[in-house]
């Protein structure tokens, strides 16, 4: 594999329209001549989560919420 510090940015369009497409991990690294965990690492350093529950409620996540 490729011996390179950073991703360019068209690296990571090619990574997220290979999620978009749903392309394993793999397969994209192999596109990109990297190391699958890099493109796992990547992945999991920009991901979006997002806490949602019932419509027309509010999220709280607070441990002491129900006391």
Request: proline share 0%.
């Amino acid at each position: 594999m490729a011996n390179q510090k950073h991703l360019s940015n068209l690296d990571r369009i090619i990574i997220e329209n290979g999620l978009r497409d749903r392309l394993s991990f793999k397969y994209i690294a192999s596109k990109l001549n990297k190391d699958c965990t890099t493109i796992s690492k990547e992945v999991l350093k920009n991901l979006d989560k997002r806490n949602s529950v019932s419509q027309g409620r509010t999220f709280n996540n607070c441990l002491n919420r129900y006391k």
